[in-house]
């Protein structure tokens, strides 16, 4: 699945680096895209600013380099100032295209918007701009809505305010709770993340 050969190229994919705090679940689903071919990409690096995170190990079960960094004591999910600088510096010794954020429960900002200006994607679980930051199905749910989704969007300065690339619709079903709902948003996010990532290359995103 690796190739240690350079910076990327439209005609073999993006170089990717995917940042995550939790379970990997959309680090796999993009893994899984690139096996099966459907995805033209390398996973160069992956970041967390968790140090036992699922991610981590399955990074490294794949072979793909994986590190923690330790995030600081900044409040409000910021990463300290020195966090920043190492991810900087280990995404350009990476040479890195494209970042995709998957489950990373810190708040990007600068030096890291500045080095890869429109080069950053998130993916988040509603149909924004409903609902960003924590918990959006639970918000989706307890407020009578009938349809919540997921959506890929840019990173910008703000929380989940960037530019939407793609959505997927998600119907919220009768008897569903939190935890049923955000299993079926996990389905579509896993689908349509790898997809975008394709698309948004082949545009000529961080090219």
Known sequence: MQDDSGGGSKNKGPRLAVLGSGRGSNFEAIADAIDAGTLEAEIALVI?????????ALAQERGIPAIHIEPGSEKGGRLSDAALKEIVDRLEAASVDLIALAGFMRIV????????PGRILNIHPSLL???????????????????????????????????TLAQAKVPILPGDTAETLHARIQEQEHRLYPQVIAETWRAGLGQ
């Not at 967390?48 to 981590?56: E, G, K, Q, T």
């Not at 900002?109 to 890869?116: D, E, I, N, W």
Request: net charge negative; hydrophobic share 35%.
């Open 129 to 163: 701009p409903k609902y960003p930051g924590l918990g959006a199905w639970r918000q989706a749910l307890e407020s009578g809505d009938t349809e919540t989704g997921c959506t890929v969007h840019l990173v910008d300065a703000g929380v989940d305010t960037g530019k």
């Open 48 to 56: 967390s600013d968790v140090a036992h995170s699922r991610i981590l």
């Open 109 to 116: 900002r600068a030096p890291l918007l500045t080095a890869f």
